[in-house]
């Protein structure tokens, strides 16, 4: 029968085996070999979009690579789906934008940021999501 | 109640009650915003609506850890806590940061990352109040007359919580970065270290409950957390299949988290065997309700309904739509949720001294604040299968869809009315108990 102290053993060895594991993983994970993201391409204006993504948390609404809110549609390939003078419509409108029945809160976004926001959600679009990207994508309709 | 300074759990457990409350109003506006009836809009938009619901969620789960800590460690170490007027001090700085974040995200002060939107600057400050907060616990272990494995699993839960949000304030430039290390708080939160949480406080209960020997329950849970780790940690990875990062997780996570059930099984069977085999029969019975409930729910809402949608095959069209929500409602319900109503409902009458075990109000605040919380549930499932269906197989649009599955959020509304008149039972309950007294140290606890 086990005793307390197999028991304990057990715990801390397992937790200490798979943390160890789980470091080296994300070490793999990130090295460039490994890059899905074209990482290299993150320049100032992409970085400038996720600056505004964030202080506007658009992600208590939509999802992107299928992570948020769930109350507005996806924006991974929303660039392919909608185009650029769409998004840049969306984020400059001087009302807020409720074309289908749900309103978005109005940004008037000046031309620099919705610029910075269209170069963020292009490298978003970009990304190899192992699949998932497909899912979400107009190709996949094919 | 055996030492004085545990009457200081009181406090953080009313304030539990007034943030629970909160969630639920905002979970409200939520749920209205998604049949149409938006009239808050410009005062309150679904992302404000929205962070404060998980935020309120979050900090009045950590309220009620913190206040079951400075209720059982006590006990546990047989010794006064080594501060009451630094644990006040923890819990008005804890409330002022709590209330300073949800006014902010009224008017846009956060970080849009979700389940993490407190602003930097207020990081700060949960870092030096966590840091209080595990200097009075350590302490009070410390110069205590015995360590026991209940008191140290809590207490091993609570400082490995407390790292883990550190990883949630460095800042990256790439969105696949951000969303890696910010599971690292939140997956390894709630399907790690607060597992040893909940474990450490139903351990407590078991042992308080059932009167079954503390050597069996602590051997078992040991097992129980055990098994946690050993899934929950690489399980981490079913977060990774489809955000950028490399394919190997589609295998890690895919069978890791396949076997963290395994963790929320054995800690139900254990509360089962263990309320089977115990001899004494407390006359708390709200107590032992919520205690049981809590397992056998938690297994099915973050076991079963997470092993529904975690293999990547599965993930790959579920990812990003309701059925996320459905399995997060009733996963934080029975894991966390319901064993804090649980240790307020066993303690309260012990720090009060009003022995309200079996009142009538009392259990239909349990079963109608559990079927609402089933009802909500089934509605988010359907609601997210239709998603999956009609937007990911069919290529329907997103607010097409949303119209076509806007009946079953009126299913949600009306659940949620059952649920929020449960918790408002619940908390009349708390209050007709009354404050604190020192009259109750050293009652007879049948």
């Known amino acids: ?119 963020y959600l292009k490298w978003i679009g970009e990304l190899d999501l192992n699949g998932f990207d497909r899912v979400v994508s107009p190709l996949s309709k094919d | 109640m055996k030492y004085k300074s545990q009457k ?34 410009d005062f309150i938009p679904f992302n404000t609506a929205r962070a404060v619901h998980t935020n309120l969620l979050v900090v009045w789960l950590l309220t009620g850890f913190m206040g079951a800590a400075y209720y059982i460690i006590p006990e546990e170490a047989q010794t006064e806590l080594v501060s009451v007027k630094w644990a006040y001090v923890q819990l008005v700085s804890l409330a002022v940061v709590g209330v300073v974040a949800i006014v902010g995200y009224h008017f846009n002060y956060w970080e849009g990352r979700k389940f993490l939107e407190i602003p930097r600057e207020l990081d700060y400050l949960v870092v030096v109040n966590v840091l209080l907060f595990l200097g009075l616990i350590l302490a009070t272990l410390y110069k205590g007359k015995r360590r026991t494995t209940t008191a140290l699993v809590l207490t091993m839960g609570l400082v490995f919580a407390a790292l883990l949000y550190l990883p949630g304030m460095i800042w990256f430039d790439s969105q696949v970065t951000d969303s ?38 602590e051997k078992w849970l040991y097992v129980i957390v055990g098994l946690t780790f050993l899934s929950g940690i690489l399980g981490t990875g079913h977060h990774y299949y489809y955000i950028g990062v490399n394919k190997i997780w589609l295998v890690v996570g895919g069978i890791f988290s396949a076997l963290e059930p ?25 107590a032992l309700f919520w205690t049981i409930g809590a397992s056998i729910v938690s ?77 909500m549930t089934v509605a988010f499932g359907v609601a997210g299968v239709a998603q999956v269906y009609l937007e990911r197989i069919m290529k329907l649009d997103f607010m097409d869809v949303q119209n076509e599955i806007s009946i079953h959020f009126i299913v949600l509304l009306l659940s949620a009315t059952m649920f929020a008149t449960g918790i408002v039972l619940y908390i009349i309950e708390f209050a007709k108990h009354g404050q604190p007294t020192d009259e109750a140290l050293n009652m007879v606890e049948e």
């Open chain 2, 8 to 41: 200081v759990a009181y406090w953080f457990f009313a304030l539990c009650m007034l943030l629970f409350t909160l969630q639920i109003v905002y979970g409200f506006i939520m749920g209205f915003a998604r049949i149409g009836m938006d009239g808050l809009h």
């Open chain 2, 180 to 217: 890696f290390f910010r599971w690292w708080v939140v997956h390894l939160w709630v399907e790690g270290v607060w597992e040893l949480i909940m474990g450490g406080i139903l351990a407590y209960l078991l042992i308080k409950l059932t009167g079954v020997d503390r050597e069996v329950i």
């Open chain 2, 262 to 286: 395994l963790a929320f099984l054995a800690m139900a069977l254990f509360a089962m065997y263990m309320y089977r085999k115990g001899e004494k029969s407390h006359p708390n019975k709200i």
């Open chain 1, 1 to 119: 029968m086990l005793s307390k102290s197999q028991a304990r053993t057990f715990f801390l060895g397992g937790t200490l085996v798979t943390f160890l594991v789980f470091i080296a993983l994300t070490v793999y994970s990130f090295q460039p070999k490994n890059d899905q993201t074209n990482h290299d391409k993150i320049d100032a204006k992409v970085i400038r979009g996720k600056e505004i993504f964030e202080a506007n948390n658009c992600m208590g609404c939509h999802t992107i690579m299928g992570e948020g809110g769930y109350y507005a549609p996806e924006l991974t390939k929303v660039i392919d789906r909608r185009g650029e003078a769409f998004v840049k419509t969306v984020l400059q409108s001087p009302v807020p934008w409720g074309s289908r029945g749900r309103k978005m809160v109005k940004y008037e976004m000046n031309d620099v940021d919705a610029d910075a926001m269209v170069a």
């Open chain 2, 299 to 375: 297994f099915i809402g973050a076991g079963l309904l997470g092993f529904a949608h975690t293999l990547p095959q599965t993930n790959i069209y579920t990812h990003g739509t309701l059925v996320t929500a459905m399995h997060g409602h009733y996963a934080f319900w029975g894991a966390y949720a319901m064993i804090v109503l649980a240790i307020i409902s066993y303690a309260l009458p012990n720090m009060t001294g009003r022995k309200r075990y079996n009142f009538d109000a009392g259990h239909y605040a349990f079963w109608l604040a559990n079927i609402g919380m089933l009802g």
